[in-house]
């Protein structure tokens, strides 16, 4: 409010003719904007004519801003702030405030091609969902340059192997979250695992040696992996996706489970996961694959055909 009054006198009474650019640039000219390129996560009505856009940022880390003007026909935003989208933000960063101003944004990828496939879709917005809710707020790269890349290979692939990419995108961003199972050693007490099937305690947050997975309450509530599984996971985890190739049905279901168990547990501590929970109970039986009815995403035809001839429908 502070601000649009003494804009708005320094336009009355000193510059009629400066742009109300020029006065955004002067009253802010102390406090220049941060550029930085980020990820739109989410979007959000803010007031009649404004949206709040929560960005992943690569320099300033998680960032909620106003978009001023965004909700109007012929704002400088456009369609610009689509969801999943990446692009050149312009901040006006307040200390101490969790509500920040973005002046500009330059698109970079608009990622249509999410909104032809449900599953593309749904791997996408629980990625989105999973940075959002548990990503540092201070600027963590990682996290940044996995879920471009993710969300970058989420548009690419198609078919049958879109699960298995879906699952190795998941994985990534939880390990990049600081999340990572324990394969390599045993999850309780760190000795060596041997080869062939192995006990998965979500409780413990990885596979257990042999000493550990013969005590009668853990084997109960914990997955047996047979030696294939364990270097499936693996891979998956390692974003080995072509190692993997395509799981079988039941194969994909018993990994997708195993992956929001752990997520569950360790990431979210039980807390509701919309996205990641949509994300596990979509048909993903290639004959249900389908366009995402969305009224701000523009897949076309085309894209919608060659997904269903792809997944072999
Ligand atoms: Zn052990």
Known sequence: MDVRCSMLDVRRSTAPRLSH????????????????????????????????????????????????????????FGARLQVMSDGIAQLYMKHGRDLNTLAEFESVRLRQELAADIRSYASASALAELVMRFAPAEPHEETYVRLEAYLDSLCKVQGDLLETTSISAIWGIVCALGFEPSLDGCARDGRAIDDGPALFSVADGGLLCSSCAGQTETARSAAKLQHSDRLALDSLIAGRCSDVGVLSERHAAAHRRLLVRFVLRHVSEDRDLKALDFWESIPWGTSFAGAVPSDNAHPSEAAIEETKRGTGS
């Open 21 to 76: 650019h020029s006065l955004f640039s002067r009253y802010f000219s102390s406090m220049p904007p941060v550029s930085t390129p980020a990820i739109v996560l989410h979007t959000f009505k803010y007031s009649e004519s404004s949206k709040v856009v929560r960005l992943l940022t690569r320099d300033l880390g998680l960032v909620s801003a106003v978009a001023k003007g965004a909700s109007k026909p012929k704002s400088k």
